[in-house]
C-alpha cells in the first residue's frame, strides 16, 4: 500500500461537495414537516414497495459490507457472497410466514413484538440486545468502515475525528426527521452506491484481463461457494446451519432492517419490498465480492484484505469516476448509520420511555428520540476505532453476532409455530442462552487453548440449546392463553385461506408466485458457482 497513490482531484471533490450537500439538504427538506411519533419512527406506515427494497439495500450495504466484501473474496475466496444470496431465502421466508403477522399487530418495534408473544422480560432483553449491536457492531463498524477510506484520504486526520465527521454527516437530518427522512435519503443513495459498484467491477475485470482471465487464473477452490468442512471462510456445515439463523435475525427481527417494513403501506407493498430487495442482493456476487477476486491477481501483496475496495477506486478508476465511486460509498456509511441511528432512538423511546411515560404526547416521544439518536451518535464515535484490534471488519461483525444472537432467534421462530411457548420458557431461553454464550466465548476465543470451533457452528449451538430450553420449560409449565397466541401464529389453516384470497390476484402480483421465480434465480447462481 506505501505506494498506492492516493490522490483527488478537482473534479472528485466537486462531485463529493454536490453529493454531501445534496443528501443532507434533501434529508432536511423532507424533515421540515411537524413529525408525529408514527411519522417520525415509522414514516405515517405508507411506504410502497420500490422505496422499501432501495432502503432495505442502502441499509445493509455499508461501508462495512463493501470493504467485507471484497476484502473476504480476496483472502478467503467468494463463499462470503453465501450471506448475500441466503438474503433472497431467508426473505422469501419471512414473507410467507412472518411479516403478515408482523405488520397486522401494529408495532414499532421488534421487541415490543415480543412482549405481545411473551411478556416484558423478553421485550426489555431484546432490546437492550439490539441497542448494544446497533451501536457495537452495526454503525461503529460502518464508522470504521469508512473511516479506513478517509484515512487514505487525510492520512493526518485522527482517526477519531473523520468518524466524528462521518457520524455527524448522518446524524444531523436523522435527528431531525426520523425515519421519513432516513428512507427518502436511502432510496436516491442505493441508486448512487449500485451505480458505483459497477464502474469498480468493469474497471477491476478489464485491468485483470477479463472475466476469462479471472475465472481461469484464480484457484478454483477461491470461487466456489459450496466449501468443505475445514475452510476458514463459511464450511458447508455452516452455510446449512449458520447462515440462515444470522441471516432471520439480521433480515426479520433487527430493528434497523425490519423498520422500514413496518412503514409499508399495506401487506402487499411490505412483501414486494421485502422480495425486491432479495431481488438487489443477487448482482452483489458481480459488482462487489468478485472484484476483490480480480484483485488477487492485480494486487496480490496487500498488508490486509481491508485494503482492497479502496485500492481498487484509487489505483484504477480516472478522474470523476473516483469522486462518483467514493460519493457511493459514502452513500452506504451515510445510510446505513442514518437507519441504526433510527432505529436504536425507536427502540429506546417506544420500548423504555413510552412505558414509563404512557401519557406522553407524540412531541415528548420524537423529543426523546432526537435526544437518544444524539447520545448514540457519540458512543458510537467512542467505540469505532476499537475495531482495529480484529484482524478483519467481517470477522468482528459475524463473529460478535454469533454469539449474541441465537437465543433471540429461537424465541420468534419457536413462538411463530409451537402456540405452547411461554413467557417462563422464554426467560429460561434467554438465560440458558446468555450462560451459553459466555461459555462457548471464553472455551472457542478466549481460553489459552480455544476449542477453535467456527463461529457459525456457535449459532447453531446455541439456538439448539434455547429451543430446547424454551420447548421443555413451556411444556412443564401453563400454556399462555389462547387469546394472546392466536393472532400470532402460524397454522394451514391461516395458509389456506391466505391462497383462497390470493386466487383473485393475477400471477404476477402474487407474492407466493415471485419468491419461486427469486428462489429458482437464486439457486441457477449458486449452482453455477458450487
Same mark, same amino acid.
Given at each position: ?233 463459511? $464450511?458447508? %456445515?455452516?452455510?446449512?446451519? @449458520?447462515?440462515? *439463523? ?6 426479520? +427481527?433487527?430493528? !434497523? =432492517? #425490519? ?95 413510552? $412505558?414509563? %411515560?404512557?401519557?406522553?404526547? @407524540?412531541?415528548? *416521544? ?6 437518544? +439518536?444524539?447520545? !448514540? =451518535? #457519540? ?152
Amino acid at each position: 500500500m506505501a505506494d498506492l497513490h492516493v490522490r483527488l482531484e478537482t473534479l472528485d471533490l466537486v462531485i463529493l461537495a454536490l453529493y454531501a450537500l445534496g443528501i443532507v439538504g434533501l434529508g432536511l427538506l423532507v424533515s421540515k414537516r411537524r413529525a408525529s411519533a408514527d411519522d417520525y419512527f415509522l414514516a405515517s406506515r405508507s411506504s410502497t414497495w420500490p422505496v422499501i427494497g432501495l432502503a432495505l439495500l442502502a441499509s445493509n450495504i455499508s461501508s462495512t459490507t463493501l470493504i467485507g466484501l471484497a476484502g473476504a473474496a480476496y483472502g478467503t475466496g467468494i463463499s462470503v457472497y453465501n450471506y448475500e444470496w441466503m438474503a433472497t431465502v431467508v426473505l422469501a421466508f419471512f414473507c410467507v410466514f412472518f411479516l403478515p403477522f408482523l405488520l397486522r399487530s401494529q408495532v414499532y418495534t421488534l421487541p415490543e413484538y415480543l412482549e405481545r408473544r411473551y411478556d416484558r422480560r423478553a421485550r426489555v432483553y431484546f432490546s437492550a440486545l439490539t441497542i448494544f449491536l446497533n451501536i457495537v457492531v452495526d454503525t461503529a463498524g460502518t464508522l470504521y468502515g469508512g473511516a479506513i477510506m478517509l484515512k487514505l484520504i487525510l492520512p493526518q486526520w485522527p482517526l477519531w475525528e473523520i468518524v466524528a465527521v462521518l457520524a455527524l454527516s448522518a446524524g444531523v437530518y436523522t435527528v431531525a426527521g426520523g425515519l421519513r427522512a432516513v428512507i427518502y435519503t436511502e432510496t436516491v443513495q442505493a441508486v448512487i452506491l449500485l451505480g458505483a459498484s459497477v464502474f469498480i467491477a468493469v474497471f477491476a475485470f478489464d485491468k485483470a484481463g477479463g472475466w476469462d482471465a479471472v475465472m481461469r487464473a484464480v484457484a478454483p477452490a477461491r470461487l466456489s461457494l459450496i466449501r468443505p468442512l475445514d475452510d476458514p471462510g463459511v $464450511p458447508w %456445515l455452516g452455510l446449512v446451519l @449458520g447462515v440462515p *439463523l444470522l441471516g432471520f435475525y439480521f433480515w426479520c +427481527t433487527n430493528q !434497523f =432492517m #425490519v423498520q422500514r417494513v413496518l412503514s409499508a403501506k399495506d401487506e402487499n407493498h411490505g412483501r414486494w419490498g421485502a422480495l425486491f430487495a432479495g431481488l438487489l442482493k443477487l448482482p452483489v456476487l458481480y459488482v462487489m465480492v468478485l472484484p476483490g477476486t480480480a484483485a488477487i491477481l492485480l494486487y496480490p501483496h496487500l498488508e490486509r484484505p481491508d485494503l482492497v475496495y479502496p485500492t481498487l477506486i484509487f489505483d484504477l478508476l480516472p478522474a470523476g469516476l473516483v469522486g462518483v465511486v467514493i460519493a457511493g460509498f459514502f452513500a452506504a456509511i451515510m445510510s446505513s448509520i442514518a437507519s441504526t441511528f433510527n432505529s436504536a432512538a425507536t427502540l429506546v423511546t417506544m420500548d423504555f420511555v413510552r $412505558p414509563r %411515560l404512557p401519557g406522553a404526547d @407524540g412531541a415528548t *416521544l420524537v423529543r426523546a428520540g432526537r435526544i437518544t +439518536t444524539v447520545v !448514540f =451518535m #457519540v458512543l458510537a464515535v467512542a467505540w469505532a476505532p476499537q475495531i482495529e484490534r480484529f484482524s478483519s471488519l467481517w470477522q468482528y461483525l459475524q463473529a460478535v453476532l454469533a454469539y449474541a444472537v441465537p437465543p433471540v432467534c429461537a424465541l420468534f421462530l419457536v413462538g411463530l409455530f409451537w402456540r405452547g411457548a411461554n413467557a417462563k420458557g422464554a426467560a429460561a431461553a434467554i438465560l440458558a442462552g446468555l450462560i451459553g454464550g459466555a461459555a462457548l466465548f471464553w472455551a472457542n476465543v478466549l481460553s489459552p487453548q480455544p476449542l477453535g470451533l467456527h463461529f457459525l457452528l456457535v449459532a447453531p449451538i446455541l439456538f439448539a440449546l434455547s429451543a430446547v430450553v424454551l420447548v421443555a420449560v413451556s411444556a412443564a409449565t401453563a400454556p399462555p392463553p389462547a387469546a394472546q397466541v392466536a393472532a400470532m401464529l402460524w397454522t394451514p389453516a391461516f395458509y389456506r385461506d391466505e391462497t383462497r384470497a390470493l386466487a383473485a390476484e393475477p400471477w404476477w402480483r402474487n407474492y407466493r408466485v415471485q419468491s419461486v421465480l427469486l428462489l429458482a434465480l437464486t439457486a441457477a447462481i449458486v449452482w453455477t458457482f458450487r
